[in-house]
Antibody, heavy 118, light 106 residues
């Protein structure tokens, strides 16, 4: 069974940093692109970042480019999102998701809440 | 690539046929996915490649379209289908989602 479990969310002051993790199991992690998607409570979905299976390629939404860094450790079957210079509008539930056909998002974790507030 | 979903919400009765549309600002062939999200839960992949159902998705769900116009159809609405549905273009970065369609049961 595919499982994706996010951790690392919490309350942080604007301007601060946070590192999210996503632990994967139940599939060959090293063979798949991985993604971060966020959702402001009560609002829609926003793609944040993607990383290719061997970390060769990374992509970011304009809203986070230069502030967030995606990485992965295939030996640990883990995905990460380093979030720096956090702003109030980064407040959201952050989901990790595995990549599928095209750039579809096959499996999703349960999400972790990040709140950037003073 | 911008995606415009309509309607933003709908209310229908059990057994009704429900149709949700998604229009892309440019052609994306069949690089479209649909997701279902229930309150308090993560989204779940419902359809990929515009019309392909992953294993385990009920056959009452179907998708169609190519180019810029796409449709998600629920052939016979069930109580457990109450959720918000999102389309997503999976053609190119930045990946984008439609604004969502909230489906309620009358």
């Amino acid at each position: 069974e595919v499982q994706l479990v996010e951790s690392g969310g919490g309350l942080v002051k604007p301007g601060g940093s946070l590192r999210l993790s996503c632990a994967a199991s139940g599939f060959t992690f090293s063979s798949y692109n991985m993604n971060w998607v966020r959702q402001t409570p009560g609002k829609g979905l926003e793609w944040v970042s993607s990383i290719s299976s061997s970390s060769t390629y990374t992509h970011y939404a304009d809203s986070v480019k230069g502030r967030f860094t995606v990485s992965r450790d295939n030996t640990k079957k883990s995905l990460y999102l380093q979030m720096d210079s956090l702003r109030a509008d980064d407040t959201a539930i952050y989901y990790c998701a595995s990549g599928g056909w095209g750039f579809s998002l096959d499996y999703w974790g349960q999400g972790t809440l990040v709140t950037a507030s003073s | 690539i911008q995606l415009t979903q309509s309607p933003s919400s709908l209310s229908a009765s059990v057994g009704d046929r429900v149709t949700i549309t998604c229009r892309a600002s440019q052609g994306i062939s069949t690089y479209l996915a649909w997701y279902q999200q229930k309150p308090g839960k993560a989204p779940k992949l419902l359809i990929y490649a515009a019309s392909t159902l992953p294993s385990g998705v009920p056959s009452r769900f179907s998708g169609s379209g190519s180019g810029a116009d796409f449709t998600l159809t629920i052939s016979s609405l069930q109580p457990e289908d109450s959720a918000t549905y999102y389309c997503q273009q999976v053609n190119s970065y930045p990946l984008t989602f439609g604004g969502g369609t909230k489906v309620e049961i009358k």
